[in-house]
Every structure is written in C-alpha cells, then in structure tokens.
C-alpha cells in the first residue's frame, strides 16, 4: 500500500471513532492487530480490540478526534490530534499522537502516546495511584 491508501484507512478509523461506529472500529484491526496505549498493556488480537471498544464505547456520549495534522513518516501514519469528548456525562479533551501501522487495508499495530492521568481526570474517573501526577 502506498502512503495515501494508508492515510485513507487511517481517516476511515477516525470517521468510524467521530460515528461512535465501535463495530467498524473494531473490524479495521487485523486479526492479529495490537491496541496499545502506551502507558498501559497492549491489547492484542482483533477480538479482544473489539472488546475493549466496546466497553469504552458504552460510556462515550460524543466524540470527535480533531486532526491536526496527519502524514506518513518512514512506513507508519503519524496523527496529532485533540480528542473531544463527552464520556458518562463528563466533557472533556485531551492531546494525542497516534502512531499506525496499516497493512492489507487494516491497522496492524496503532501506539498512543497522551497523559493518561489528563485523561482519565477529563473523563471523571479517578485515576489509579500509579498514574496520578505528583505534585
């Protein structure tokens, strides 16, 4: 695949996150695709993506990843964005970049880098103490 046909799976993941269309989310991973949130485990495997979509999803009231900026650098699409929320009653947004490796028109591995204590505190959730900011 070249870079544009990357970047058009890519824009069709983030169009299905700002749908909250958690089905077509979770059928853009490879079968052997990895989720990984960088400060936490990956998740590994199609099946268990979807599962922990849709167990995230359940709580997203509205969504929408606003793209900054996206390109391809070396074989993976880059994303900077900001992702606005309403999560179990809770508006929030927080800063990300996204990291995705497409192959076969499917996100093999997609890495996310943002603070994960900003986020959980933007979704009303506490975060655990080994994720809490020392002040």
Avoid: C
Avoid at 83 to 90: A, I, L, R, S, T
């Amino acid at each position: 695949m070249n870079g544009e046909q990357k970047i058009a799976v890519v824009r069709k993941m983030i169009d299905a996150w700002n749908r909250r269309d958690w089905q077509l989310v979770g059928d853009l991973f490879a079968e052997d695709g990895v989720l990984h949130s960088m400060m936490i485990d990956p998740v590994n495997g199609r099946d268990a993506i979807a599962t922990r979509i849709n167990a995230l999803g359940a709580g997203i009231d509205s969504i929408t990843l606003h793209i900054a900026n996206i390109g391809i650098v070396g074989d993976v699409v880059v994303i900077e964005r900001v992702d606005e929320f309403v999560y179990n009653g809770h508006p929030g947004k927080v800063p990300v970049v996204g990291v995705l490796e497409i192959e076969d028109e499917k996100v093999k591995a997609w890495r996310e880098y943002y603070d994960r204590a900003q986020l959980l505190g933007e979704m009303g959730v506490a975060p655990k103490p080994e994720y809490a900011s020392a002040h």
